[in-house]
């Protein structure tokens, strides 16, 4: 892959971690609630969702999920259910006091974990990246460098824009002072989780 090559896939990949989605909705929500710090096993967890996309792609078994509609399908709808799941676990969510030196209530395994099952149950993730990496591959040249060229970039890129994500939303701790508003920052986000189920709910393939 040439520098050229590589800084037009960069250019795209910058702008697809920027285009919101369930990850960038979940990465402010921890924002939100514990800080930059502690929303890093969330980012971290993303990260391993979306690196198996792309594994998944790279190995050829994305086009078989992308070809299946019944997989697909399930696959869907599964994702569509967790982020509802979310979304109402976040309206329902107790207020807390806000103290910079509080333990969070959810362990960093959980959100871990909990972050990676978004990218993961992502169908769109699949579909995108089988029409996104074939414009960039070199016929000439072997596939497997440049799969993980393209598949490190998208992963640290997206890591940062998380990163950046995580840190405006954690600015809105210091107008999260009383019981009132941290409730309506709650119903916000969960409002945005049952968002984003109902646009992977209305995602067909073209």
Known sequence: MTLTLWLTFLIAAVLISLSPGAGAVNTMSNGVRFGVKRSLPAILGLQLGYGAQIVLVGAGLGALVASSATLLTVIKWIGVAYLIWLGI????????????????????????????????????????LIALFPQFLVAEAPHGPQLVTMGTTLILVDCLVMLGYALLASQLLRFMTTPRRQRQMNRLFGGLFVTAAVALASFKRA
Do not use: C, H, M, Y
């Open 89 to 128: 676990q976040k309206w329902r969510e107790p207020v807390l006091a806000v103290d910079e030196n509080e333990e969070p209530d959810i362990s960093p395994r959980r959100q871990f974990w909990d972050a990676a099952l978004v990218n993961v149950t992502n169908p769109k993730a699949t579909v995108f």
